[in-house]
């Protein structure tokens, strides 16, 4: 037996809690998991307590850590660096921030008039919402370890050619002027100790779920019809790996929405059980949370058309480039 192999499918897999539920089900609701009935309510209970379970132990470690970068003290260090370096450090730091698309606005706000480079900004605004330490271990529970890896990676490369693609466009002429002039708030400079590190873990899970516990519940209630309802044949007419353009109609179709990582990775998990691409479903997911239409209403406030057009058309055509690498080599990631 591969104790790496147990370890994962018992810890994040969860694979007790599956065979708990197919018991609660077969036995106390008497549902036969043969049916579709049976099957999706399965789905359902068991999704949902497996990344609700995940969330909050994930959510509770990373903020502990997360508490040593607040705003102020991330628009610190980030002011430190410019060009490339500073990209890639707003890129990485952004994967260890808990916002999400419409937040990370208030945040671009307080960036770019504390004089951060707009390029800079713009890799922590695609970075923030699209990556981050939990979506790595639900992405492996969901999937692997090679594929959440590389989700995480390509992520991260995405905003750090994004923001510096535009901050080589000089568009700054393009940002409203009241953004330049918003007063830049110092903080509290005093170091928080345990005690306060883990009240401040407490209540980023509270937050959290109770900003995601209603996208969660639809997510996982869409993939459970996704997978036992639709049928596979209108799944795969529409988004099938040999349709050239499942991933653009999957990235746009992901646009009007608004929800997070975590209320899309059941719709992927069920769209690629259903014979759709690796990268056609990761391509919805990632336009779900990086260009949701709220955040790009949020952010038409605060820059001008130019200047959004430029940073959707970038992400997206990052995103669909990504989505067709993820399908061509989506063999090498099982």
Not at 50 to 66: A, D, W
Not at 129 to 150: E, G, H, M, Q, Y
Not at 261 to 290: D, K, N, Q, W, Y
């Amino acid at each position: 037996m591969n104790p790496f192999g147990w370890l994962n499918d018992q810890l994040l897999r969860m694979q007790w809690l599956s065979d708990l539920v197919r018991t609660l089900v077969e036995q106390g609701m008497g549902l036969p998991m043969s049916g579709r009935v049976g099957a999706s309510v399965h789905f359902f209970i068991y999704d949902t307590a497996k990344i609700f379970i995940l969330l909050s132990l994930l959510i509770f470690g990373i903020s502990y850590v997360q508490s040593h970068f607040p705003p102020e003290r991330t628009r610190r260090i980030l002011g430190r660096f410019s060009g490339v370096r500073g990209n890639v450090l707003a890129a990485l730091l952004g994967t260890v921030t808990p916002f999400c698309s419409c937040s990370s606005i208030p945040l671009f706000i307080g960036f770019t008039s504390a004089g951060l480079p707009t390029g800079v900004t713009f890799s922590f605004l695609i970075s923030s919402p699209l990556v981050d330490l939990a979506s790595v271990i639900l992405l492996a529970s969901i999937f692997n370890w090679p594929i959440a890896i590389a989700y995480v990676t390509v992520g991260v490369v995405l905003a750090v050619v994004g923001g510096s693609l535009i901050g080589r466009a000089r568009m700054e002429r393009h940002i409203e002027p009241f953004v330049f002039t918003s007063p830049v708030m110092n903080g509290d400079e005093s170091v928080p100790d345990v005690r306060e590190r883990l009240r401040f873990a407490r209540d980023q899970v509270r937050d959290i779920v109770r900003r995601v516990w209603l996208y969660i519940l639809i997510g996982v209630a869409i993939g459970a019809a996704i997978h036992n309802w639709i049928p596979a044949s209108l799944i795969n007419g529409l988004l099938g790996q040999d349709k050239p353009w499942s991933v653009p109609l999957a990235t746009l179709v992901g646009m009007p929405m608004y929800a997070d990582i975590f209320g899309t990775l059941p719709i992927a998990e069920a769209l690629v059980a259903r014979g759709v691409g690796l990268g056609t479903a990761l391509a919805f997911m990632m336009s779900v949370t990086a260009l949701s239409l709220p955040s790009i209403v949020m952010l038409k406030r605060v820059v001008r058309t130019p200047l959004l057009a430029t940073f959707v058309g970038i992400v997206a055509g990052g995103i669909v480039l990504i989505g067709y690498m993820f399908n061509a080599l989506a063999s090498a990631f099982t």
